[in-house]
Nanobody, 123 residues
Framework: EVQLVESGGGLVQAGGSLRLSCAAS????????IGWFRQAPGKEREIISC????????YYADSVKGRFTISRDNAKNTVYLQMNSLKPEDTAVYFC????????????????WGQGTQVTVSS
């Protein structure tokens, strides 16, 4: 059974930082691409970042470029999302997701999802 477990969310003031983690099990982690999406109340789920299985390709949405960094530790089956200079508009539930076959921005291409972790940024 594939499981993705996010952690690291919380309440932070604007300008602060958080590091999200996504621990995966039930897959050969090295073969899978990982994506981070977020969903704010009343809004669609949107891509934030993704990283290819071999670390070679990363993508960032324009809204987070220069502030967020995605990385992975294949020895720990874990992907991280370092979030700096957080803004109130970053408030959302953050989800990690995984697929094999190349990272993609399309959420419908991903088969497995975590339960999400809440990030709240106060002004």
């Amino acid at each position: 059974e594939v499981q993705l477990v996010e952690s690291g969310g919380g309440l932070v003031q604007a300008g602060g930082s958080l590091r999200l983690s996504c621990a995966a099990s039930g897959i050969t982690f090295d073969d899978y691409d990982i994506g981070w999406f977020r969903q704010a109340p009343g809004k669609e789920r949107e891509i934030i970042s993704c990283i290819s299985s071999n670390h070679g390709t990363t993508y960032y949405a324009d809204s987070v470029k220069g502030r967020f960094t995605i990385s992975r530790d294949n020895a720990k089956n874990t992907v991280y999302l370092q979030m700096n200079s957080l803004k109130p508009e970053d408030t959302a539930v953050y989800f990690c997701t995984t697929r094999a076959g190349g990272p993609t921005r399309n959420l419908y291409d991903y088969a497995y999802w975590g339960q999400g972790t809440q990030v709240t940024v106060s002004s």
